[in-house]
């Protein structure tokens, strides 16, 4: 089946340091791909949604210059935490749209922790 | 927009038992999708089921089965048999056909006791 692999797992980083967490789809390509953020036993809330070769959309509330996100290519899209603060942290999972039906698969997911 | 509802933050059963968990949602579209995801404790989101609105027939994946009641603005997943391995947390989403954003509820916690 289509697999999305998401690293890392888990990153600890230090209070203003910038984080890069990726997204691979295996054996597919993936036009669009959607970043989430969960916090401790709360549901997911979309944070952008990006489409391979353009800017990404972000949701209402999300400061795009703080979590940047890029989908240079059909099997990859990175999201980066600029500038990190405690506040930060949390669960962030992607997810990719299969072409052709209206089925989704998600990353594994990143725990981030910022000291 | 569009709301998902789950009023049941955690829910228990025992091993070969069934349980019903509850969701309801608010859209004002006529045709959309409705899924329910199962996130263990490994943070894997799964795909547990699947209902298109169009199709009047309950869903249904083995043990797991759903009461789409499209008038109500109901969708509830019954486990039955639950197994410990169904121990998890269990999301409601709709997704619109014309879009592709899923629409989470906050989720219910299901402990599976042996």
């Known amino acids: 089946g289509a697999v999305v692999s998401q690293h890392p797992s888990r990153v600890i980083c230090k209070s203003g340091t910038s984080v890069k967490i990726e997204c691979r789809s295996l054996?597919?390509?993936?036009?669009?791909m959607f970043w989430y953020r969960q916090f401790p036993k709360k549901s997911l809330m979309l944070m952008a949604t990006?489409?391979?070769?353009?800017?990404?959309?972000?949701e209402q509330g999300v400061e795009k210059d703080k979590f940047l996100i890029n989908h240079a290519s059909l099997t990859l899209s990175t999201l980066t935490v600029t500038s990190a603060h405690p506040e930060d942290s949390s669960f962030y999972i992607c997810?990719?749209?299969?072409?052709?039906?209206?089925?989704?698969?998600f990353g594994s997911g990143t725990r981030l922790t910022v000291v | 927009a569009q709301t998902v509802t789950q009023s049941q933050p955690e829910m228990s059963v025992q091993e070969a038992e069934t349980v019903t968990l509850s969701c309801t949602y608010d859209?004002?579209?006529?045709?959309?999708?409705l899924f329910w995801y199962k996130q263990p404790p490994s943070r894997q989101m799964i795909l547990v089921i699947r209902?298109?609105?169009?199709?009047?027939q309950n869903a249904t994946e083995n043990r797991f089965s759903v009461n789409f009641q499209k008038a109500a603005k109901s969708f509830s997943l019954k486990i039955s048999d639950s197994q410990l391995g169904d121990t998890a947390m269990y999301f409601c989403?709709?997704?619109?056909?014309?879009?592709?954003?899923?629409?989470f509820g906050t989720g219910t916690s299901l402990t599976v006791i042996p």
């Open positions: 997810s990719a749209r299969l072409q052709g039906v209206y089925g989704y698969t």
């Open positions: 054996d597919f390509q993936a036009t669009t």
């Open positions: 990006s489409n391979e070769g353009s800017k990404a959309t972000y």
């Open positions: 859209t004002s579209e006529s045709n959309y999708y």
């Open positions: 209902q298109e609105a169009y199709k009047q």
């Open positions: 989403a709709f997704m619109s056909v014309t879009g592709n954003q899923f629409y």
